[in-house]
């Protein structure tokens, strides 16, 4: 059974860095694409990004460009996601998801909770 | 960027009736599009790809319909655990967005 194991929830300061990763299993990271959605409280999902870890080619949204930074290592079959400097607007559970060959998100990670707070 | 727009944004319905759910792309987008359900605490979950087709174990009382700009989600004779929050998607062009949710409640 294919799966995405994310890391574990996370509890921050402004200010300060995070990388959380993405594992997955099989030929998941060696044929498809796999991207970052992103939960804040009570609210709905929000696309941030995606990367093909065969090349590391990657897309942003807009929204999101500049603010992190998707990467992987497909040595490892995992995928990063990292902000440099954390706010607290930052505080939001995020998933990982593979898009399937026909471009939808077919396989979800458990997701992560990072909480930035003061 | 493409805009997906949901209605309506809470849906009230009682087990055994049926459900429909509309979302809208801003530009055409063909059968790009899929359906995700997501319950509290849970991940999200795929129901419907290509505007039309079934995830693998997705009951078939669940349908998906439409294509270029105009959508929907049809459940029939809805059951306890079909109460949620059901989120479409275009994956036509980058950025991929999402609607912003359809809360079904009882």
């Known amino acids: 059974e294919v799966q995405l194991v994310q890391s574990g929830a996370e509890v921050k300061k402004p200010g300060e860095s995070l990388k959380i990763s993405c594992k997955g299993s099989g030929d998941t990271f060696t044929t498809y694409w796999i991207g970052w959605v992103r939960q804040m409280p009570g609210k709905g999902l929000e696309w941030l990004g995606i990367?093909?870890?065969?090349?590391?080619?990657?897309r942003y949204s807009p929204s999101f460009q500049g603010r992190v930074t998707i990467s992987a290592d497909k040595s490892i079959s995992t995928a990063y996601l990292q902000w440099s400097s954390l706010k607290a607007s930052d505080t939001a559970m995020y998933y990982c998801?593979?898009?399937?060959?026909?471009?939808?998100?077919?396989?979800w990670g458990q997701g992560t909770m990072v909480t930035v707070s003061s | 960027e493409i805009v997906m727009t949901q209605s309506p944004a809470t849906l009230s319905v009682s087990p055994g009736e049926r459900a429909t759910l509309s979302c809208r792309a801003s530009q055409y987008i063909g059968f790009n599009f899929a359906w995700y359900q997501q319950k509290p605490g849970q991940p999200p979950r795929l129901l419907i790809f290509?505007?039309?087709t079934r995830a693998t174990g997705v009951p078939v009382r669940f349908s998906g319909s439409g294509s270029g700009t105009e959508f929907s989600l049809t459940i029939t004779g809805l059951q306890s655990e079909d109460f949620a929050t059901y989120y479409c998607q275009q994956y036509d062009n980058w950025p991929r967005t999402f609607g912003q949710g359809t809360r079904v409640e009882i």
């Open positions: 290509a505007a039309s």
């Open positions: 990367i093909y870890p065969g090349d590391s080619d990657t």
């Open positions: 998801a593979r898009q399937g060959m026909r471009g939808s998100f077919d396989i």
